[in-house]
């Protein structure tokens, strides 16, 4: 069992006597954590007051469609340590974090039931979205669940899917709007900024050679927004530059340099200091421009002086 600050993270079914037994919970990936999964986890919420019980989450790792389909482009909205990082502001209290395996994945919808929802995790209530779905071939339906809470001695409820007008709030929808480049509605459909998290890593320092010293940030894994450059808040989460600051991000290959691997390059404003291994959550706020490649560095740095002047207006309403 590990703690992410007042939160517990658990990856393990519990022993009988645990005192993380109990908890209401609410199921499923929270990709993203969007406003749809607030709901879910809002009736939780309300059934754990109601209770007297712990407020918990259940969500795997890796996430399932990762498991099916190794392969497959990067979709991830966020990583394992952000999803939680964000589940812990929102007041939960234990994350039940299970392993997605061979073994898990071939649980009938009854099985799952009874040995983790009961027998692993000793739940007392459960809320999960009208869509979801469990079990070996995801043939459990919500019903299926009523029907094995009230055999297995758990409350379940089903909350309704969440639209911002016509449109449903999904991982998918947001998704598209970082895609094309819209992380304004991206963060409408979120409830907060879209945020890249993870520690900064050795680049080629180019940046600090053109007077944009960078903190560079692997993408792997992750659903990779439009190719560009981002006005950003910054929160730099741990060591001696702990805070929130504004900036400018460029994601994206770097077309200037003829590299392929796209990673993120954010320019801190007025910051001196080191930041490399520090954890950084960047929240992108707007898009100001797509990649180019300039006719040589001094009009590369000319744009990135426009960029972070047209940044810092952006940010200082924010």
């Known amino acids: 069992m590990d703690t992410q600050r007042g939160m517990k993270i658990i990856g393990t079914p519990l022993a009988q006597n645990a005192p993380e037994r109990g908890a209401a919970i609410a199921i499923g990936n929270f990709d993203g954590v969007h406003l749809g999964h607030r709901v879910v986890?809002?009736?939780?919420?309300m059934?754990?007051?109601?209770l007297?019980?712990?407020?918990?989450?259940l969500t795997f790792e890796p996430h399932p469609r990762s498991f099916f389909a190794p392969n497959a482009p990067d979709f991830r909205l966020m990583n394992a340590a952000a999803k939680a990082h964000r589940l812990e502001k929102l007041g939960v209290d234990i994350l039940y974090q299970l392993p997605f395996n061979g073994d898990l994945s071939t649980l009938s919808p009854e099985d799952f039931a009874r040995a983790i929802l009961r027998d692993g995790l000793g739940v007392r209530h459960v809320s999960v979205g009208a869509d979801?779905?469990?079990g070996k071939g995801r043939a459990g339906t919500v019903d299926d669940l009523i029907a094995f809470g009230r055999k297995f001695g758990f409350d379940c409820e089903i909350a309704p899917l969440k639209h911002i007008g016509p449109e449903e709030i999904s991982s998918t929808a947001i998704r598209a709007a970082l895609g094309a480049g819209d992380p304004r509605k991206a963060a409408a459909l979120l409830g907060h900024w879209h945020r890249i998290d993870g520690p900064v890593i050795h680049g080629e320092k180019r940046g600090r050679e053109l007077g944009f010293p960078t903190a560079n940030m692997d993408l792997s894994g992750l659903h990779i927004p439009k190719h560009g450059v981002y006005a950003v808040l910054v929160d730099v989460l741990?060591?001696?530059?702990?805070?929130?600051y504004h900036g400018a991000a460029s994601i994206g290959v770097r077309p200037m340099f003829g590299e392929n691997t796209p990673n993120c390059e954010t320019f801190l404003f007025d910051f001196k200091g080191d930041l490399y291994g520090a954890q950084l959550s960047i929240g992108l706020v707007d898009f100001l421009r797509p990649e180019a490649k300039f006719d040589g560095l001094a009009a590369l740095i000319a744009q990135m002086d426009?960029?972070?002047?047209r940044a810092k207006t952006i940010l200082a309403t924010i």
């Open 238 to 244: 741990d060591g001696p530059h702990q805070g929130r």
């Open 41 to 45: 986890l809002d009736h939780a919420r």
């Open 306 to 309: 426009a960029d972070c002047a």
């Open 47 to 50: 059934a754990a007051q109601r």
């Open 132 to 134: 979801f779905c469990f």
């Open 52 to 57: 007297g019980a712990p407020l918990g989450v």
